[in-house]
């Protein structure tokens, strides 16, 4: 592999600017500007920010857009980011960041930030430890049968926060993977599963990102 290019997953990003680019995994949420609901509103996904430049950045997203398509993303420690998508990926898509000097300046700063202190997310009340998957890519099993696409935002060995296009009621049972839990509560951009059992430490991880066939 080249100095330009840097391999993420399943995907391999290639680099044609001179730009810093780093490899992250911050939390944040988006929608898409042009796409409201009979109210007016529109639908806020929570994603993580994967691959990050002062031109571009790339997230894990459970709803896809279009090419061309503009984006709001609101990012921990980089704030409001609005552009359009540039690039689509399996399971997510690049966007670009149009700023002025200056705003690309500060940008630079929050990034060479982020490089020192990257992936350390602030601890939380929560009496499980929750972790982060390296690939955060899953299926939710509704009882219906319907299989959805999801974004494991974090877990542990009671319970996973999600993004989906679709957001179960509170009480609803359905599958995370290969785990069985019930939806407890809803936050902006998702929502959180209790497992019917605690899980293993070990093994975790692997039950909830696999992939149903």
Same mark, same amino acid.
């Given at each position: 592999m080249s100095l330009d290019q840097a391999d993420f997953g399943d995907v391999v990003f290639v680099e044609r600017r001179r730009d810093v680019r780093i490899f992250v995994s911050i939390p944040g *949420?988006? @929608?898409?500007?042009? +796409? *409201?609901? @009979?109210?007016?509103? +529109? *639908?806020?996904?929570?994603?993580?920010?994967?691959?990050?430049?002062?031109?571009?950045?790339?997230?894990?997203?459970?709803?896809?857009?279009k090419l061309g398509e503009r984006v709001i993303a609101h990012i921990d420690h980089l704030g409001k980011l609005e552009g359009p998508i540039v690039r689509l990926l399996e399971g997510g898509f690049v966007m670009n960041i149009p700023a002025s000097e200056e705003e690309r300046d500060r940008l630079v700063a929050k990034i060479a930030w982020l490089e020192d202190y990257k992936n350390h997310d602030l601890l939380d009340r929560r009496t499980?430890?929750?972790?982060?998957?390296?690939?955060p890519y899953s299926k939710i099993i509704l009882a219906d049968g319907n299989v959805e696409a999801c974004?494991?935002?974090d877990l542990s060995v009671s319970g996973v926060a999600l993004s989906a296009g679709t957001v179960p009621d509170i009480g609803t049972v359905l599958a995370v993977g290969n785990v069985v839990?019930?939806?407890?509560?809803?936050?902006?951009?998702?929502?959180?599963?209790?497992?019917v059992e605690r899980q293993n430490p070990n093994t975790v991880e692997v039950m909830v990102i696999r992939e149903s066939t």
């Open positions: *949420r988006y @929608s898409f500007s042009d +796409r *409201r609901n @009979s109210l007016g509103e +529109r *639908r806020v996904f929570a994603c993580r920010a994967v691959n990050l430049s002062s031109s571009t950045i790339a997230l894990a997203a459970p709803v896809m857009g499980d430890a929750r972790t982060i998957p390296a690939k974004i494991v935002l839990g019930r939806v407890v509560r809803h936050f902006v951009g998702g929502f959180a599963v209790q497992f």
